[in-house]
């Protein structure tokens, strides 16, 4: 008996299976590869970005008395609420919040946001104003013109001229000293008011800039010099002012220059234009600055 035709059936069905089970060995890789892409691609989109180089935001507090918005370079604490905001991105635009001196918002692309802040009337609120012309000057002889005001507590380079601490209610009527107690905590990090009073009170006080003694030592960059700065190398010799240093000399004023004790950064103001120098400090202090050669 024959058995050629069975045999050929038998082939082509172990053919046609094997087939079919590739088939679906390659559906299924493709599928699964296909998903994982998926799956990669919603994470890239998904990860947070770093926009700390792409976020442009400028703040303004408006002024309660006229329609000023004074532009500020810190965000300040206090009572402060939103008035309003807007932004070139819709995402930051309907999450932007303020907060606690913060402010805050989402978004996934660069951005640029203006925020209005607006200060609110609590029972007791504080006023800080600051006068950096009229230095080391007592309250009697300063000009109120040169006062501006600030929304964080001035650094101890600034004297508080307590005489002329002025307080009303918040209808606008003054008060005598009788009325509340009024104090700056000078030991406190940043300093501190402390007001003891029963009303609802607005009080206004105010801040002179004064200068400790300053000695300060000026040289330029010269292989001939004996001085060193640093581990740079480098030579300087001492002159008696910078009008002996040429024009074409740099000064950097965070890595050239060393005061005993140190001084902050905010406190040592160096104006390029006129080639002067103004250093604030709590106590006598000792400065060196440097100014390099063109290289």
């Known amino acids: 008996m024959k058995k050629n035709g069975f045999i050929s059936t038998t082939l082509i069905y172990t053919f046609f299976t094997t087939f079919l089970l590739l088939l679906v060995f390659l559906l299924n890789s493709y599928a699964r590869t296909d998903f994982i892409t998926e799956q990669i691609k919603e994470e890239i989109k ?41 932004c070139d991105n819709k995402v930051a635009q309907d999450s932007i919040t303020y907060e606690n001196g913060k402010i805050s918002f ?4 660069k951005v640029n946001c203006s925020v209005e802040l607006i200060q609110e009337l609590l029972d007791i609120n504080i006023n800080i104003f ?12 300063v000009s109120m013109d040169n006062f501006e005001q600030v929304y964080n507590m001035p ?28 104090t700056l905590n000078e030991s406190a990090n940043p300093r501190e008011f402390e007001l003891q009073t029963d ?29 060193l700065l640093n581990d740079t190398g480098k030579k300087y ?16 004023k965070i890595n050239n220059r060393v005061c005993t004790p140190p001084v902050d950064e905010e ?10 120098f103004e250093i604030y400090a709590t106590e006598k202090t000792e400065c060196s600055v440097y100014f390099n050669s063109p290289s």
């Open 267 to 276: 406190n040592f103001i160096y104006n390029s234009s006129s080639r002067t």
């Open 46 to 86: 998904n990860e947070p970005k770093d926009l700390s180089n792409d976020v442009n935001l400028s703040v303004c507090i408006r002024n309660l008395n006229n329609d000023d918005c004074k532009p500020v370079s810190e965000i300040p604490n206090g009572p402060f609420k939103l008035k309003t905001a807007s």
């Open 155 to 182: 650094n101890k380079t600034y004297t508080y001229l307590e005489a002329l601490t002025k307080c009303t209610t918040l209808a606008g009527v003054t008060l005598d000293s009788t009325n509340y107690n009024l």
């Open 130 to 141: 600051i006068n950096n012309k009229d230095k080391n000057k007592e309250a009697k002889e």
């Open 106 to 109: 989402t978004a996934n692309d």
């Open 199 to 227: 009303e609802q009170i607005i009080c206004n006080t105010y801040f002179v800039r004064k200068s400790a003694d300053i000695e300060l030592h000026i040289f330029k960059e010269d292989s001939n010099g004996t001085n």
């Open 237 to 252: 010799l001492k002159v008696n002012s910078v009008n002996e240093i040429p024009t074409n000399f740099t000064f950097d």
